[in-house]
């Protein structure tokens, strides 16, 4: 296409000359301006030859050619179903071969060929990010470097390029590149309805260094150059988020749309108006070419040349942004995040063009009331219906270095496996118009290849190696042996029923929970038991095939476990409620820790969540509760039957522990409560009124320095006023309960070991403390278990957010052990936790993950006592052995199987179990 267009401007000029119009009626820059009149038609795309390049664009010279043997390749191809068995040749920064790569091949690479052998291993595509601000909104977070995502310069800001603020530092690209991420569209942020231009990197560091050399396929508007159009992309966000930022409603943004859209139209109309006249060579009078560097980007969406990426949540605004498409005539590319998408998916049908593919989270819901109906269940149900289906990062909201378990937790729920591979490869690369190169293993395309330490679907799916540009990524990569099994596709439960409750609910499906119609309960063909005492979690039965064994459970409570016949009688037959577990296992229930669960419903509303708490080292803490002295208990703020409470119910998390939510030094007593309860009054609703005292010490909120911080904790410990708060300090000081202290850095927590000593010799007690968050614990294991500290890594994967927490250890494959392996081994008391409420549910597959990680070094009960007994330990509850725990069945396999799924809880506080 872009051929012709040359050859015709050369020959009209020609033509022009040789007729003599040159002259007065033609302006000096007629072939610029025919030029432009002709590229306005011109479709973005890789020019007609593209198939025949030699290299790389991107090709660095002295890469050396590479061949991948004895792989199982996805290639993307015929819907994402086939799969090959063989090598693939990369060379130049391409793939040259696929299969069976000929000796004849082989023999010209002689010399300088490096083998790989994949050990028959499964082998992608990398992992393309449609949503990702890598780069703009950078890792660690500090003032001057980050943030560069969001303009605050008004609603409408088409000018603008993510490009500009793209800092080449970001710690993420190699954590990313680790998680098997080769390519990223980095997005401006959504404070505007129009935030700007988006650009696609690839994350490896180049030789240049700058954020120019990571771009893929860059517009030429943007970077000079000569050639047919390449895509450009355009970022949109509706609904809350710019409302919020320009104080407007919906009706005032999309004002603004419609405004500026208008605005570009009148300039398209006008220059096609020109061209029209140009174009005929009907020069008299037409003066200059109409145009606008500020609104060229949003002409160019009108003519179909840009894909804009849209942030939106809502059936409100996702209509809103449909009918905008159809009033102005341009397609959509993808709504992001779209929430309640799966709702509405015959709107997106008829959005202008084609339907707009649907990007989204796996878990990540209910942080705002547009993504209060979010469903697990959107990305099966929006295939159903046809539509495009892409899991995104939204990085650093997720860390991408995890974008693969997006796709698996959506396999998990249903979406088939050609599509959720598809979703974090192919499609993306398809919605960014870069699927001629990007997200297949084909020969011609890059070579962007991933070798996979296990079936790419199996939870903890890691790279062995990561190939960008033919360019190996990971140097010395540590692997983990996985169990065979992880080589096959992983079996998943059936959720069919709750993905039609999904749609018929909208989004709300009830959680309310039904006790079983008897009080007797046979669970029939379990395999294993795991059942949770002062040592922690300990396995009391376990067959490995049938004939299975039965527990046999009677108001709540384990009458009988073994064999069948040992355990079950006519009359047990008769009266009981049977459960087949089909070979599946018993468990403690779960204790989530870390995220406000308990206190809030949606985040971004201030009147469903229990508040701020003062903090006296802020200002002044009112007299009515006590002044400074003053100590607030969570148990006081529980909010109830949440959402995101019961789902962790149903997932097995049947407990959570929650602080008063803290912005700054101290927080308050803790308590622990049933993810399952009603209400306060219920039976066993809160499990334990008080739990510990926990602050925390560093940088975030605007608390004064650290060392302020740490002097107030001193003080508190050693000189306890004579009220509340002195009152539990006093606790803490006798070994009654336990300090809890949410910290990061390893320096701070050097110090904390220290203010322990000096606690612990005046006071000549044993101080028990545990930390939290905790991301740079590692560097100090042998000390924080001489000094007997607990501690609570969390998040669970820890992520370089701020300064603080930067020095992670990042695990499999760039070091041997995760942070919880090398804490563990120290035989330090781990637990997990998490940071927002949403993941509470994902307890067990966090547990699964950081035990495979641990490569075999931690039995399974000990797998479980991380995020159940040693939580509840660390953080002052009873451990429940004669208490009586809550216990979870799942079916079909143990917590450790993406096969498994819970379809009871034992609650032997409320007598009774919940069948699910
Ligand atoms: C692609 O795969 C999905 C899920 O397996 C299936 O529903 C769909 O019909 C397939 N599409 C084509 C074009 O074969
Ligand atoms: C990223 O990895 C490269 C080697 O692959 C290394 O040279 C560089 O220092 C790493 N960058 C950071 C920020 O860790
Ligand atoms: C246990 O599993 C077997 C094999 O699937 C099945 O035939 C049997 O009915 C199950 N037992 C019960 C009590 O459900
Ligand atoms: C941890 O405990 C085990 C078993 O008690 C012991 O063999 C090992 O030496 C301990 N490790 C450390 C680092 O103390």
């Not at 120019?212 to 047919?228: A, F, I, M, N, Q």
């Not at 104080?247 to 096609?272: L, P, S």
């Not at 779209?338 to 998916?345: D, G, I, K, Q, S």
């Not at 949440?642 to 962790?648: G, K, N, P, T």
Request: proline content about 6%.
């Amino acid at each position: 296409m872009y051929e012709t267009y040359s050859k015709q401007s050369k020959t009209f000029r020609l033509l022009w000359v040789a007729l003599g119009v040159v002259g007065t009626l033609l302006p000096p820059d007629a072939d610029t301006i025919t030029a432009k009149c002709l590229a306005n038609d011109f479709q973005p795309g890789p020019p007609a030859d593209f198939y025949k390049r030699s290299y790389s664009d991107r090709f660095a010279p002295g890469t050396k050619p590479v061949l991948i043997k004895n792989a199982r390749i996805w290639t993307g191809a015929q819907n994402g179903t086939e799969v090959i068995k063989g090598g693939i040749l990369l060379d130049r920064g391409l793939i040259k071969e696929v299969g069976h790569v000929s000796r004849g091949t082989l023999d010209k690479f002689k010399h300088n060929l490096v083998e790989y052998d994949a050990e028959g291993r499964w082998v992608t595509p990398g992992i393309v990010d449609l949503h990702s601000h890598i780069g703009d909104a950078s890792s660690p977070e500090l003032e001057g470097a980050s943030g560069d995502d969001n303009s605050l310069n008004g609603p409408i800001l088409p000018w603008l390029r993510s490009l500009d603020g793209l800092n080449t530092h970001d710690d993420s690209y190699n954590l990313s590149i680790a998680g098997g991420v080769t390519t990223s569209l980095v997005l401006p942020g959504s404070a505007n309805a129009i935030g700007g231009q988006g650009f696609v990197i690839k994350l490896r560091r180049t030789a240049e260094r700058s954020p120019t050399s990571l771009l893929l396929e860059p517009p030429y508007e943007v970077v000079g150059g000569r050639g047919p159009p390449r895509w450009r992309h355009m970022k949109h966000a509706c609904g809350e988020n710019p409302d919020r930022v320009y104080r407007g409603t919906r009706m005032d943004t999309m004002w603004a749309w419609r405004e500026a859209y208008n605005k570009a139209r009148q300039i398209k109309e006008a220059q096609d108006a020109y061209c029209h006249r140009a174009l005929r060579k009907d020069w008299a009078g037409l003066g200059e070419y109409p145009e606008d560097i500020q609104w060229e980007a949003l002409v160019a969406t009108l003519r179909g040349k840009v894909k804009v990426q849209t942030h939106c949540y809502e059936a409100v605004d996702l209509d809103d942004i449909v009918r905008l498409s159809n009033e102005f005539e341009f397609p959509i590319a993808a709504f992001h995040h779209a929430h309640e998408a799966y709702l509405v998916p015959d709107v997106l049908k008829r959005a202008y063009g084609h339907p707009p593919a649907v990007a989204i989270f796996a878990t990540n819901a209910r942080y705002k009331r547009e993504a209060y109906r979010g469903s697990e269940f959107a990305p099966r149900i929006l295939a159903e219906n046809g539509l495009q289906v892409v899991m995104k990062s939204d990085h650093p909201v997720l860390n991408s270095r995890y974008l693969l378990y997006e796709a698996q937790q959506a396999f998990y729920y249903g979406l088939p496996e050609n599509l959720a591979i598809a979703s974090v490869t192919s499609t993306p690369a398809t919605i960014m118009g870069l699927d001629h190169r990007i997200g297949y293993i084909k020969a011609g395309w890059d070579a962007d290849v991933v070798v996979w330490d296990s079936h790419p679907l199996a939870l903890g799916a890691t790279p062995t190696q990561v190939f960008i540009d033919g360019i190996p990524q990971l140097h010395s990569p540590h692997v983990v042996e996985k169990p065979k099994s992880f080589q096959s596709t992983p079996k998943v439960p059936n959720f069919d029923k709750e993905a039609v409750d999904a749609v018929t609910y909208e989004g709300l499906p009830p959680l309310e929970l039904k006790a079983t119609s008897s009080n007797i309960v046979l669970f029939a063909n379990v395999s294993s038991v795991y059942i949770p005492g002062q040592e922690g979690v300990q396995e009391v039965f376990s067959v490995e095939e049938e004939p299975y064994g039965v527990v046999v459970v009677e108001e709540g409570r384990i009458q009988c476990l073994g064999r069948y016949d040992s355990c079950v009688t006519a009359q047990t037959v008769e009266k009981a409620e049977t459960i087949d577990l089909q070979g599946g296992s018993i468990s403690p229930g779960l204790v989530s820790f870390g995220s406000p669960l308990g206190l809030v419903h949606i985040e971004g509303e201030i009147s469903t969540a229990d508040g701020y708490i003062y903090d006296p080292l802020e200002s002044p803490t009112p007299k009515i509760i006590g002044g400074d002295a003053a100590l607030v208990r969570a148990a006081d703020g529980l909010e109830f039957a949440s959402r995101d409470a019961l789902l962790a119910y149903r997932f097995g998390v049947t407990k959570a522990v929650t602080a008063p939510i803290n912005l700054g030094f101290i927080s308050g007593l803790g308590v622990s409560f049933s993810t399952g309860a009603a209400h306060r009054l219920e039976e066993g609703a809160v499990i334990q009124e008080v739990t510990a005292l926990h602050v925390s010490i560093g940088h975030t909120g605007a608390t004064p320095s650290v060392s302020t911080q740490v002097a107030a904790l001193r003080h508190l410990l050693l000189d306890p006023p004579k009220s509340e708060v002195g009152k539990w300090s006093k606790k803490v000081t006798q070994g009654i309960k336990p300090l809890v202290v949410e910290v990061h850095s390893a320096d701070i927590i050097a110090t904390l070991i220290l203010l322990k000593k000096e606690v612990e010799a005046v006071k000549s007690i044993n101080l028990k403390m545990t930390i939290t968050g905790a991301s740079e614990a590692h560097l100090l294991a042998a000390e924080i278990a001489e000094a007997n500290i607990g501690v609570i890594v969390s998040p669970s994967r820890p992520f370089p957010t701020v300064w603080e927490s930067r020095r992670i250890l990042q695990g499999p494959p760039l070091t041997r052990d995760s942070a919880i392996a090398k804490l563990l081994k120290y035989n330090i008391t781990v637990g997990l936790g998490i940071e927002e409420k949403w993941s509470a549910r994902n307890l067990a597959f966090d547990v699964a993950w950081a035990a495979l990680e641990t490569d075999g070094s931690i039995d399974k009960a000990q797998a479980i006592a991380l995020g159940s007994t040693n939580v509840e330990k660390l953080l002052g509850g009873r451990v429940e052995a004669e208490q009586l725990p809550e216990l979870v069945a799942r079916q079909n396999g143990d917590l450790f199987d993406m096969s498994s799924k819970v379809v009871a809880v034992i609650s032997p506080r409320q007598r009774l179990v919940h069948a699910l």
